[in-house]
T-cell receptor, first 117, second 115 residues
Framework: EAGVTQSPTHLIKTRGQQATLRCSPI?????VYWYQQALGLGLQFLLW???????NRGNFPPRFSGRQFPNYSSELNVNALELEDSALYLC????????????????FGQGTRLTVV | AQTVTQSQPEMSVQEAETVTLSCTYD???????LFWYKQPPSRQMILVIR??????QNATENRFSVNFQKAAKSFSLKISDSQLGDAAMYFCAYYSGGSNYKLTFGKGTLLTVNP
């Protein structure tokens, strides 16, 4: 069974540009979570999608946005890139919102390393 | 808001020995879940162990065990018989419905295993 896949693996953009990151969840998983892992800051929660809708977002500006498609894959868009957006962006998927508490847990992808120059 | 604190940015252990990683959290909720995740150089987060707050018994998974002290809001991870493959960044995480169904992570502890 394929795990959570993220693309691209690495992405280099210049300040002011837009970045699009993609995530394909494990087959059957309907919830997708996005996290930002900046150096020294641990993982910061960005967005949560379930059944095609945004259920929650973290303390990030509106230029961080995303969506979930009918096949449950997800896209994270970062507009007007700033140098401090450079980070590893991790996606996780779970069997609905109960994934983490039902014992079926959530699984992470290997991330997209975004570098803003 | 819930917070998770890992006070040890880095730890090291000799192969075959035991090491304990510390984690404390702050919450006003009574029902929640705690996790330890491992992130090796491959970057993929791997679940090591989980603990339900309503269970008094400490969770164990092979060489990994936790010391869950609910009153003290402490959740430490003990790794026994450390192996070279245990070298990684370890993150403590908290989850509950009150946190709007998201994991809140600590900043991590980098574990080095010396041969």
């Amino acid at each position: 069974e394929a795990g959570v896949t993220q693309s691209p693996t690495h992405l280099i953009k210049t300040r002011g540009q837009q970045a699009t990151l993609r995530c394909s969840p494990i087959s059957g998983h309907t919830s997708v979570y996005w996290y930002q892992q900046a150096l020294g800051l641990g993982l910061q929660f960005l967005l949560w999608y379930d059944e095609g809708e945004e259920r929650n977002r973290g303390n990030f500006p509106p230029r961080f946005s995303g969506r979930q498609f009918p096949n449950y894959s997800s896209e994270l868009n970062v507009n007007a890139l700033e140098l401090e957006d450079s980070a590893l962006y991790l996606c996780a998927s779970s069997l609905s919102w109960t994934g983490w508490i039902s014992g079926t847990e959530a699984f992470f992808g290997q991330g997209t390393r975004l570098t803003v120059v | 808001a819930q917070t998770v604190t890992q006070s040890q940015p880095e730890m090291s252990v000799q192969e075959a020995e035991t090491v304990t990683l510390s984690c404390t959290y702050d919450t006003s909720e009574s029902d929640y879940y705690l996790f330890w995740y491992k992130q090796p150089p491959s970057r993929q987060m791997i679940l090591v162990i989980r603990q339900e707050a309503y269970k008094q018994q400490n969770a164990t998974e092979n060489r990994f065990s936790v010391n869950f002290q609910k009153a003290a809001k402490s959740f430490s991870l003990k790794i026994s018989d450390s192996q070279l493959g245990d070298a990684a960044m370890y993150f403590c995480a908290y989850y509950s419905g009150g946190s709007n169904y998201k994991l809140t992570f600590g900043k991590g502890t980098l574990l080095t295993v010396n041969p």
